[in-house]
T-cell receptor
Framework: GEDVEQSLFLSVREGDSSVINCTYTDSSSTYLYWYKQEPGAGLQLLTY?????DMKQDQRLTVLLNKKDKHLSLRIADTQTGDSAIYFC??????????FGKGTTLSVSS | NAGVMQNPRHLVRRRGQEARLRCSPM?????VYWYRQLPEEGLKFMVYLQKENIIDESGMPKERFSAEFPKEGPSILRIQQVVRGDSAAYFC????????????FGNGTRLTVT
């Protein structure tokens, strides 16, 4: 399949909002996912959105989906130092397992 | 409810040896996936298995790599005659249903080939 694209780095100050963007490839993907990976650990499912939704909010996390542009974003409100990690966007392209982007490294400074 | 369990966490092999990576899915999950993460790269899909069946192995290298998920016991990813390029983190994930359900990941096995 084609690549899921993400910017590689994002640096924010503690208390600010973080917005991580992703461009996916398959308009028929049913779900789109955000995973978080801390150093030396596996991937933790943060949230996911069904493709017929535009927005999903879960506490400090807001996911926005623009199907026309195949654009997905993850907003983290009131970012904390514990949010520092790599964030992966993933889509389930038709007939395949989840396809991941290369990840966005979020660095939060106090 | 224990999560996805992978062992060993770290594995060191010399070139030419065999590496065996194990994965026990979450309780109640019958679908297992293996992914490889190379340094500074995302996760690349390798293989998708259900009990005693390989469903999709489109991401597996054609030689030296094999995977199984027997009726009893963990899923095994086997790499024969390892080379330095096999050094990576190998992640297993499981799900209760088919490809449309979220994947739950283990903490990975970090393979180093010397």
């Amino acid at each position: 399949g084609e690549d899921v694209e993400q910017s590689l780095f994002l640096s924010v100050r503690e208390g600010d909002s973080s917005v991580i963007n992703c461009t996916y490839t398959d308009s028929s993907s049913t779900y789109l996912y955000w995973y978080k990976q801390e150093p030396g650990a596996g991937l933790q499912l943060l949230t996911y959105i069904f493709s017929n939704m535009d927005m999903k909010q879960d506490q400090r996390l807001t996911v926005l989906l623009n199907k026309k542009d195949k654009h997905l974003s993850l907003r983290i409100a009131d970012t904390q130092t514990g949010d520092s990690a790599i964030y992966f966007c993933a889509e389930n392209q038709a007939g395949t397992a989840l396809i991941f982007g290369k990840g966005t490294t979020l660095s939060v400074s106090s | 409810n224990a999560g996805v369990m992978q062992n060993p966490r770290h594995l060191v092999r010399r070139r030419g040896q065999e590496a065996r990576l194990r994965c026990s899915p979450m309780k109640g999950h019958s679908h297992v996936y293996w992914y490889r993460q190379l340094p500074e790269e995302g996760l690349k899909f390798m293989v998708y298995l259900q009990k005693e069946n390989i469903i999709d192995e489109s991401g597996m290298p054609k030689e030296r790599f094999s995977a199984e998920f027997p009726k009893e016991g963990p899923s095994i990813l086997r790499i024969q005659q390892v080379v330095r390029g096999d050094s990576a983190a190998y992640f297993c994930a499981s799900s209760p249903l088919d490809r449309d359900s979220p994947l739950h990941f283990g903490n990975g096995t970090r393979l180093t080939v010397t």
